[in-house]
């Protein structure tokens, strides 16, 4: 049974910095494509962050240049350092195993505000 547990969530001022979590159980990381989803009220989920079974990331428009994704393959983690906060990055943030999948983590709130 695949289980995904995010962390790292919080209250942040703008321009701030936070580090997520995203610890797998049931399955190996290695082998797949993990990514970081945001979802704003009222917004449809959408993808921030992703990172190849190979180690190539790719990243979404608005978090170019701010956010890094890492993946350890031995802790069977996957990482989003989110640099450079903004209001506009509030949202609960979601890590997914695949992307073609059903395994999500429950979600870690992050709120970005003075």
């Known amino acids: 049974q695949v289980q995904l547990v995010e962390s790292g969530g919080g209250l942040v001022q703008p321009g701030g910095s936070l580090r997520l979590s995203c610890a797998a159980s049931?399955?190996?990381?290695?082998?797949?494509?993990m990514g970081w989803y945001r979802q704003a009220p009222g917004k449809q989920r959408e993808l921030v962050a992703g990172i190849t079974a190979r180690g190539f990331p790719n990243y979404a428009d608005s978090v170019k240049g701010r956010f890094t994704i890492s993946r350890d393959n031995d802790k069977n983690t996957v990482y989003l350092q989110m640099n450079s906060l903004k209001s506009e990055d509030s949202a609960v943030y979601y890590c997914?195993?695949?992307?073609?999948?059903?395994?999500w983590g429950q979600g870690t709130q992050v709120t970005v505000s003075s």
């Open positions: 997914r195993m695949g992307t073609v999948t059903n395994y």
């Open positions: 049931g399955a190996p990381i290695s082998i797949y494509t």
